[in-house]
């Protein structure tokens, strides 16, 4: 298990706003929502893309490139044509900062 990596600071981010990061071998989207900041993998399960840019529509991301949309709290894919989830990482926030960290291995 990784060591907490900083994003951004808490305000940096208003609603619907996002960010990505590296952490360990992945690239990670962070996106505030209403109840707070999530993060996922930032690639489509479909054809390896990024998510990153794609629309934020209540607690989803579409994928830019062909529509595939993720729910940002599961990283479960809702609609074609990726079927398969994205990896959903932990988020802290403290001292008005954002961090993310890999859980994957640990």
Known sequence: MSEWVEVCGEDEL???GWKTVELDDAEVL???????????????THDGGCLAGGDIEGREVVCP?????????????????AYEPVHV????????RVYVRDDRWG
């Open 14 to 16: 208003p609603v619907g």
């Open 30 to 44: 962070v996106v505030r929502l209403e109840d707070g900041f999530h993060a996922v993998e930032d690639v489509c």
């Open 65 to 81: 490139r062909h529509g595939a949309r993720f729910d940002l709290l599961t990283g479960e894919a809702t609609a074609p044509p």
């Open 89 to 96: 990482f932990p988020v802290k926030v403290e001292g008005g």
